[in-house]
């Protein structure tokens, strides 16, 4: 199992840019595919970008393309989301999410039964 702790969060405008940050412990973080989800009041939890194991193959929601980057940093067990030119629409609690058993596999998990640990989560909320 693997903890995960995210941070980052907070209020902007829209247009501003915001940096989101999940710090993980408990498992070996570099063979983790590591996701990006959030969830709107009233609304499911959504997929919003997942990363590989290696860092070499992200996918992101049609939404966010462009706009969101998401990168991680095995050797400080992180994985980050750069969000940029933020809209209303992107207000929502932010969940950093960590998937095992993806080591060497050039598949990306983006359901949320895909993944086994979660963070607690960190409130955006972008004004217009």
């Known amino acids: 199992q693997v903890q995960l702790v995210e941070s980052g969060g907070g209020l902007v405008q829209a247009g501003d840019s915001l940096k989101l940050s999940c710090a993980a412990s408990?498992?070996?973080?570099?063979?983790?595919?590591l996701g990006w989800f959030r969830q709107a009041p009233g609304k499911e939890r959504e997929f919003v970008a997942a990363?590989?194991?290696?860092?070499?193959?992200?996918t992101y929601v049609d939404s966010v393309k462009g706009r969101f980057t998401i990168s991680r940093d095995n050797a400080k067990n992180t994985v980050f989301l750069q969000m940029s030119r933020l809209r209303p629409e992107d207000t929502a609690v932010y969940y950093c999410?960590?998937?095992?058993?993806?080591?060497?596999?050039?598949?990306?998990?983006?359901?949320?039964?895909?993944?086994?640990?979660w963070g607690q989560g960190t409130q955006v909320a972008v004004s217009s």
């Open positions: 999410a960590a998937a095992g058993g993806y080591s060497g596999s050039l598949y990306l998990p983006t359901v949320p039964t895909e993944f086994r640990s």
């Open positions: 408990g498992r070996t973080f570099s063979n983790l595919a």
């Open positions: 990363i590989s194991w290696n860092g070499g193959r992200t």
